[in-house]
């Protein structure tokens, strides 16, 4: 009690000086005295925060203006550049249409005509198309970068003369193989449900490799998806321990080095563009700022084949969504433990995942009888 008598008497003591001080002042100002020496040094203080205030905002106002017009002037690089690769291709494609045009008319014992439309051709219809995914898509980039993803990006158009035509991100696999130094395949993985599915390679090879990684679940591709960034393998990592099983069943392949780059559609992971070595080819030594060129455009070619993509038409494994279903009836499983199971029988049989989940699908494989692991 007394403890608290006294705190009471303190704070009383304290508020009654306090009150005198202010009377004391008020009467200051009524007699017209000037403040005293403390009351200057705190509006001292206050002017030199205020004005500490107001040199940090025109600072930041300053970093702020620099920065937009920083901006403003890498748009009007990109959209040079842009401009320019518009003109090339629609040259290029003027010129094709003109000499398909001639050709028939040729064949047909007619002279060419001096003007005119001709019929769009279906390699005009692709320029068109993989061109049109090229200029909608956008993003923050360097000039170098851009100037970079434009080179890429003339040979992954220079490739839908080609006869065997397979789509725009099989082009942009087999253009990664022939420009890239040490790459030996090359495999593109979209999210397409649930799980990442096999949407195009440059070869089998390629895809196997990739197959392999679908039906273990683990991997670098399957990592940089996850993770939402970009997974090095060096060449010689033969036992990596983040994927005991995928390492030790690539090995054998002849995989050494592997290299997954992630797709991005606005903000979200879409898939990977994953580059992989071979132990007969010594130089693995892919540029990374080549390889995410590559899979810039990857993101933007998506747009042109989506519709492939979403019909599954070059992406066979939509028919293992339908298998994973059948299972999870047949079995009365979860879809997670039908997939799971489809994935470990085509491990221990040796075929892939793609094949397997046809056979399911069309009644040529049983798995609601047997034993995965025979």
Wanted: aromatic letters at 4%; hydrophobic letters at 40%.
């Amino acid at each position: 009690m007394t403890v608290v008598s006294e705190a009471a008497a303190d704070r009383a003591r304290t508020a009654a000086e306090r009150l005198v001080e202010l009377r004391r002042r008020m009467r200051a100002l009524e007699e017209g005295r000037p403040s005293t020496e403390e009351d200057v040094r705190q509006a001292r203080r206050r002017a030199l925060v205020q004005m500490r205030a107001v040199e940090e905002a025109r600072r930041r106002l300053m970093l702020t203006t620099q920065a937009a017009a920083t901006r403003r002037a890498q748009r009007a690089e990109q959209l040079r550049l842009a401009r320019q690769q518009s003109v090339r291709l629609n040259d290029d494609v003027r010129s094709v249409t003109h000499q398909q045009a001639d050709s028939s008319l040729c064949a047909a014992g007619q002279p060419p005509a001096d003007d005119g439309a001709a019929a769009p051709s279906t390699e005009l219809i692709r320029l068109r198309q993989g061109m049109t995914a090229l200029i909608v898509w956008d993003g923050e980039s360097s000039p170098y970068r851009l100037e970079r993803r434009q080179v890429w990006a003339e040979r992954v158009v220079a490739t839908s003369r080609a006869a065997d035509w397979k789509g725009w991100l099989t082009a942009v696999c087999e253009v990664a193989v022939e420009g890239l130094a040490g790459v030996r395949g090359a495999a593109i993985t979209v999210r397409t449900g649930q799980t990442p599915e096999l949407t195009a390679s440059s070869d089998p090879w390629a895809e196997s490799v990739q197959d392999l990684e679908l039906v273990l679940g683990e991997g670098p591709s399957a990592d940089a998806q996850r993770r939402g960034r970009t997974v090095l393998v060096p060449r010689d990592s033969h036992d990596d321990d983040r994927w005991i099983a995928y390492a030790s069943a690539a090995e054998p392949m002849g995989v050494a080095g592997t290299l997954a780059v992630t797709l991005w559609s606005a903000s979200t992971c879409v898939g990977t563009l994953t580059f992989y070595g071979h132990a007969d080819v010594e130089d693995w030594q892919p540029r990374h700022d080549d390889a995410a060129s590559l899979a810039e455009i990857a993101s933007a070619v998506l747009m042109a084949d989506v519709e492939t993509v979403r019909l599954g038409a070059r992406a066979p494994s939509q028919s293992v969504h339908v298998a994973v279903g059948i299972l999870s009836t047949q079995l009365a499983i979860s879809l997670d433990e039908a997939s799971a199971l489809l994935r470990a029988h085509a491990f221990a049989i040796g075929v892939p995942l793609t094949q397997l989940a046809r056979e399911v699908t069309t009644g040529q494989s049983d798995l609601g009888s047997s034993d995965p692991t025979s």
